[in-house]
C-alpha cells in the first residue's frame, strides 16, 4: 500500500463570503476550471486500484466551499463514500455551511467541518478576516459534533496569548476535537512576494520561518504527544485531551498530498501527478 496525507479536492469557484487578507487563492490565483465532479468516482477508483490510501480526503475551494450547489456537495459525497481509501474526511468553511441547513445536514455525520479562525472574539475576528455573520453562535455549530479549529497565529499576540485563546476555544466549545496551529503560506505557487496579500502575511502573519520558535514555546507549555517529521510533518501537543497540531512545513509544500481539480490529479503546481511507489 502507498500512503499518502491528504487528497483535496478544490473547488475552481472564487466565491466567498469572508475577505481575508491572507487569501491563499488570490495569491495563487489557479485558473478557473469545470470541476467535473462527474470524473471524481473514476478517479478515486483508479488510486484505489493502485493500492493508494489517504489519512484525509478534504473538501476545499479558491473560495467556500459550500456556496457550491448542494447536488456537487452530494457528488462527491457519494463518490467518497462509495471508494472509501480515507480514514478521516473534512470540510474546509468559511462559517457559510452553517447557515445552509441542507448542505449542512448532508455532510456533517461523515465530515469534520474546519474553521479558521485568528481570534477567539468574533468582533475583531469579523474585522480582520472581512466576515459579517458570526457564524460560531448559531444552533447549526452547535449541532456540529465534529469542529476543527485552525488557528492562524498573528504577529500583533504573544506566544502566551496564542496558548490562553486556544484553551478558551477548547473550554467554551466542547465540539472542537482538534486544533491546528497555522502559519501563513507567503505563495505556494511560484513563491513571488508581488501581491497584497502576501505582503500582509510579512506584516502580520506568522510564517514558516517561525516554526522553530512555535515548537520551543508549545513544547515548554503544553504536553508534548508526537512528532512524525516523516510522514505528517507534525508535532502534536495534548490540552483536555484535545490534539493541538503544528505542520512544521519543512517538507516541499504539498509533499504527499495529492490535489483534484478541474476532473484531474495534479499537485499544487497543476502538474499531472506521478504516483509514489513505495510500500508503507
Ligand atoms: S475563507 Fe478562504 S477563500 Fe475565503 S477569503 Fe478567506 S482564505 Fe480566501
Known sequence: MVK???LE????SFMCDKNCPYCTAKITKWPIRQDCLEKLEEKLALLKKENVRFKYFIISGNGEPSLNSYESLK???????????????RLQSSGNIFYEDDKFNLLKDDFMIEI???????????????YKRDYIKTSNFNKANNIRLNYVMLQNKSFDEYLEEIKMFIDRYPNIKTVSLKTLNLNTFDGNINNPYSKWILNNGLTKKDSDKIIEYMSNNAKFKCKDEKFFDRYEWIYKNIPITFYVKKLDYGYSNIVYYGGELVDYHLQPIKLKKEEL
Open 4 to 6: 499518502y496525507k491528504e
Open 9 to 12: 479536492l478544490i473547488y475552481s
Open 75 to 89: 457528488i462527491i459525497k457519494d463518490a467518497v463514500n462509495k471508494v472509501n481509501i480515507f480514514d478521516e474526511k
Open 116 to 130: 479558521t479562525r485568528c481570534y477567539f472574539d468574533s468582533k475583531k475576528d469579523m474585522e480582520v478576516l472581512g
